[in-house]
C-alpha cells in the first residue's frame, strides 16, 4: 500500500491502518524511516487533537486497571480512546502493556478503542520518539483521548511528560513517610495526582495521603499554567470506579483553561521545539555509528591513548572526517 492511501484509511479512522502505520514509524529501516516521515508530513495536515494524557507511577500503582476503567467511562461517553506505552525496559517482565492487552479485555473488545504495546527498543529516547509519532497518528485517525502509561522510573516521566497535554501521577495509598518517596521533581511535573485504590480497608488511609499530598502540592511554587486550585489531588479506585468522572471533570476544567490561556497552544508549540532539538541529537549521534565511523573513532581513540595527539585534537579531525563524509 502507498502512503497516500495508507493516510487516508487512518484519516477515515481505520484502526488496522492506523496499527500498521505505527509499526512503520517504529521501524529503524532507513527506507521505512523516509516513508514514515512523509506519511506524518502528510497527516499532520488534518490539524486535528487529541487530548493526550500521560500517565505514570510506580509498578503495581494500578495504572493499567485505571486506564482500563477510565478508558471505558470515556468510551461510555462516545469519545475513542487510545493507549500507548513509553516502557523504559523493554526486557521487563509481568507488568508489560503486551500483557496488559489481555488484562484490559473490556476495552480491547470496544471498537471506539486502540491499545498499542510500548515499541521494543532498548533505549528511552527511542520508544519516546517514537511513540510521539503514534500519538500524532492516533490523533490523525480522530481519537479523542490518547493516554499514554508509563511506570515511574525517573526518565521516563520527564520524557512522558513532554508529549503530553496533562500528566497524571497515580500514586498508592501509604503512611506519610512515604509522602517523602516522591521527588519533588516529579511533583512539579504533575498536573493532578491521583491517589488509586480508595476502596475497602485502604479507604481512610488513601484519604489521608490524599491530604498529605494536597498539602505537598499548595507548598510548591506556583506555576503559570495553573488556575486557581490547581493542581489537585483526588482519590480514586480504578478497581470500584470511584472518583473517575470527577477526575475526568477536573482535567476537562484545566484543559478548557488552558486552551483559553493560550497555555495549551504554548505548550505543544515547546514541546514540538524540544522534540526537534531531539531528532537533531539523535540523527547526529547516529551518524558516528555507520561502520565507516566507527573505525575512525577507534582509529583517533588510539591516538589519543598513544600520546599521538591530544584528546581535543582527535575530535577535531573525527568531526572534520564527518563534515567530509556525509
Ligand atoms: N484495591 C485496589 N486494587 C487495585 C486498584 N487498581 C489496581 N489494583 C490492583 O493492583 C494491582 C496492579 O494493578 P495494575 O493495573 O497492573 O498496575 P500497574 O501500575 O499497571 O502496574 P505495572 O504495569 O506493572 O507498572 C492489580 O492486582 C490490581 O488489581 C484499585 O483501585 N483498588
Ligand atoms: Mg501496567
Redesign the pocket.
Known sequence: MDITQLGDRILSGDRRALARAITLVESRRADHRAEATALLDRLARSERQALRIGLS?????????????FGMMLVGQGLRVAVLAVDPSSA?S????LG?KT?MERLSREPNAFIRPSPSQSHLGGVARRTREAVALCEAAGFDVVLI?T?GVGQSETVVSELSDLFLL?LAPAGGDELQGVKRGIMEMADMILV?????P?KPVATRTCADYAGALRLLRKRPQDPEHFPKALT?????E?GLAEAWTEMQTLTQWRKAQGHWARNRAAQARYWFGQEVRHALLARLESPQARSEMDRLAKAAADGDLTPASAAEQMLAYLNANR
Open positions: 507511577g510506580t509498578p503495581g500503582v494500578g495504572k493499567s486497571t485505571f486506564i482500563e476503567s521487563r509481568g507488568g508489560s502493556i496488559d488484562r502509561e511506570v497515580l488509586n485504590k480508595a476502596d475497602g485502604l480514586v479506585s480504578a478497581v470500584e470511584h
